[in-house]
């Protein structure tokens, strides 16, 4: 019985064109996903006081970053590091290791401050196969189903 159903259905045409245009967005799909190496960025230097923005904004905006890195050294420095909506005050004697979760904006207030910031980003070259990936397994859902509709009704 179940071989019966299975025949009808693949003989069903826009069932068979829905179930290629699905495997046609999985295939996409999954080469979207793959990245690239990894790619690097480095900054480092000293600040006297006044607001800084480190990094490099066409570097992060190119890649999905995965790691942002700011160590801040100095003898004896009031620092004010903005990373997203957090705004937080160091009084850095010795060495700050800071994760950011964004290109951080650096407030000297006091003294002077060595830094080194590191990003680490992933490129997805292939990220734009997505969208007609996600057309396709539309397009491919609705063939699918009115395909099963017709063959249930016996339209076939």
Do not use: C
Request: proline letters at 3%.
């Amino acid at each position: 019985m179940s071989m019966g159903i299975l025949s009808l259905v693949f003989r069903s045409k826009l069932f068979v064109i829905g179930l290629a245009f699905l495997v046609i967005a999985f295939i996409l799909s999954a080469i979207a996903v793959f990245h690239t190496q990894l790619h690097h960025y480095s900054s480092s230097g000293s600040l006297g006081p006044g607001q800084y923005s480190l990094g490099n904004g066409s570097f992060e905006n190119s890649y999905s970053v995965s790691n942002r890195t700011l160590i801040l050294e100095s003898q004896n420095a009031t620092v004010g590091v903005l990373s997203g909506s957090n705004y937080t005050t160091y009084n850095v004697s010795g060495r700050l290791v800071l994760h950011p979760s964004d290109r951080p904006i650096v407030n000297v207030l006091k003294g002077n401050v060595s830094y080194v910031y590191n990003v680490t980003g992933v490129g997805y070259p292939a990220s734009d196969l997505a969208v007609p990936a996600l057309i396709f397994a539309l397009v491919g859902t609705i063939f699918a189903w009115i395909g099963l509709i017709r063959i249930f009704r016996g339209g076939g």
